[in-house]
């Protein structure tokens, strides 16, 4: 069960891969114990019933949409939305905020933590249900008791695409157990932080002890095996800081030698990017590594040219009502999370996303909001979700075909 590296080349202070092996093949038995295979040939193509349903309901937003731009109405119906289920977390990421310069688990202790029931959850799920994708996120997502059964609840009555954002600490110990016996076939693509293979510098990173890290490792490698038996992406979400930034070669080369989906992104500071790094030499070079990558079919988040744009950042139009951000509350940041001056909407007060919008849009209009005028949200943000709402935007002005949406979209579903 050891692994096959080419590309990649351990270092000190690197795991030793064989045990870690070792270990992730003795719980992927018993989480396939557990779960209940089932025989699908359909699942996990474009053919599944959820990847039918949401390329559907894409395209009709996307026709509806497509009538907005051309009045200049940028009220768009939500391709997707991010849901912060919960401030609450195991991990204090040294370059992560809640994109307005505060940690998760400081919210949360602060008291900001009064997380939706499941109940009410389920409301958001019904009132969100025109949208597309969900990306389920935190805080840590998984600390939420009521993941599992809000996860089925939203594939089976509504086919929502699922992602789930997660540190990846627990979720190795929770597939294991009944309530999560579903998790990953209703989960179409698992998204965990992997920021370093340097254990100390992980776990520092982290604020946790190295033994956590090392179960971090652990469960992508127990979910690169369990890809075998449920269909499901398995993807590294890499945040490249000026420290880092050979780490990031490593896992580069580390995921593309087992398959594992890359997806990359530059550190913002609050909501602009880090432009010392953008300008950073050894940074450029890893640019240009990952789009080399990309170019000859290594499994990446996006396409070559959304991976550029993203990564040589040189500013993009966001469009932010392209997609929602959803506090822990149920409430929308409106127009985005970003923009500390906006407004929150209650989504649980409305019978659906539309009339939420509506009334959003009545008290603060989203159209041209960003860029650095008048009314506008003086924000450059390089996080991966606006840099697809400029992509997406480009199809909604230049046409489905020409702009290559549906080329990022397949490769999202597949």
Request: charged content about 20%; overall charge positive; some cysteine.
């Amino acid at each position: 069960m050891f692994p096959r590296f080419k590309l990649y080349k351990p270092k000190a202070h690197h795991p030793d891969w064989g045990q870690l092996s070792r270990e992730a093949a003795e719980l992927a038995i018993k989480i396939l114990k557990n779960a209940k295979l089932k025989t699908n040939y359909l699942q996990g193509t474009l053919f599944q019933r959820r990847k039918v349903i949401t390329l559907l309901r894409t395209l009709r937003n996307m026709v509806g949409n497509k009538l907005k731009m051309a009045k200049g109405d940028h009220n768009f119906m939500p391709l997707f939305y991010i849901w912060t289920m919960t401030n609450n977390c195991n991990f204090r990421c040294t370059y992560c905020s809640n994109h307005r310069g505060q940690l998760y688990p400081d919210l949360y202790n602060q008291g900001y933590n009064k997380d939706l029931t499941t109940e009410q959850a389920k409301q958001l799920l019904r009132v969100m249900k025109r949208s597309s994708v969900i990306y389920w996120c935190g805080g840590e997502p998984t600390i939420r008791k009521d993941l599992p059964e809000l996860l089925d609840y939203a594939s089976k009555k509504f086919n929502y695409f699922n992602m789930i954002n997660t540190n990846g600490s627990i979720i190795g110990d929770l597939l294991i157990t009944p309530r999560y016996r579903n998790f990953l076939f209703n989960m179409d693509v698992v998204i965990i932080s992997l920021d370093s293979l340097t254990i100390p510098q992980l776990s520092d990173m982290y604020k946790v002890g190295d033994s956590v890290s090392q179960k971090v490792l652990r469960n992508i490698l127990t979910l690169r095996i369990l890809q075998n038996y449920i269909p499901f992406k398995l993807s590294a979400n890499t945040v490249i800081t000026k420290e880092t930034i050979q780490e990031c070669n490593d896992i580069l080369d580390f995921c593309n030698d087992l398959g594992i989906t890359f997806s990359p992104v530059s550190a913002n500071i609050d909501h602009h990017a880090d432009y010392e790094l953008l300008r950073d030499t050894e940074y450029q070079v890893l640019v240009k590594r990952i789009i080399n990558r990309a170019e000859k079919g290594y499994p990446m988040i996006a396409s070559p040219r959304m991976l550029e744009k993203i990564l040589d950042f040189r500013g993009f139009n966001c469009f932010p009502v392209v997609f929602d951000h959803v506090d822990y509350t149920g409430e929308i940041f409106w127009p985005c999370k970003a923009y500390k001056n906006g407004i929150m909407i209650n989504a649980l007060k409305y019978k659906s996303v539309k009339q939420a919008h509506k009334a959003a849009g009545k008290r603060l209009n989203p159209n041209n909001f960003h860029g650095s005028g008048p009314n506008q949200c003086k924000g450059n943000c390089a996080w991966m979700q606006n840099c697809v709402t400029d992509t997406y935007a480009e199809a909604l002005r230049l046409g489905f075909m020409k702009s290559g949406i549906f080329k990022e979209i397949k490769g999202l579903l597949n």
